[in-house]
């Protein structure tokens, strides 16, 4: 009943399901770096390759989102199979405006898309930005 989302990050790793997820919800994503189980010998090789391993493949993993009044109980049920046994939860997904909106509240005065959503080139995910911008502003 709390399940929202699910995918598997096989292929594209984190970055890329969190992507997907961002542009088919019209959400913005906030992850907490600290709270992501990434082993210290995969943060160690990514580190020599010179890659980010949050875009490495992330085979026999599962990336959901849940309601928040259910997440410490799927947390839980996650925890008590062995491959679950490092289940976090390590971010939440907010509305793009509220986002945008909370940073120009912050004073940030420039702000644009560093993230391209799949699909689009970064011309259009700026003009998207800017757009949404324009109207929080006005």
Known sequence: DGLRWM??????????????L???ADVAVSLEE???????EVVGTCEILGIDPLH????GRLVAVVAADAAAAALAALRTHPQG??????????AV???????????A???WAAVFPVGEDKRSSRRRTTDLLKTLVA
């Open 7 to 20: 995918r598997d990050p096989t292929r594209g790793g984190l970055a890329t399901a969190l992507n997907e």
């Open 34 to 40: 600290a709270s992501l189980p990434l082993r210290p």
């Open 22 to 24: 961002a542009v088919a």
């Open 97 to 107: 405006a509220s986002q945008l909106q909370e940073l120009l509240d912050a004073g």
């Open 109 to 111: 005065t420039d702000i």
């Open 56 to 59: 490495v493949a992330s085979e």
């Open 85 to 94: 046994a490092d289940a976090a939860i390590v971010g939440n997904e907010r």
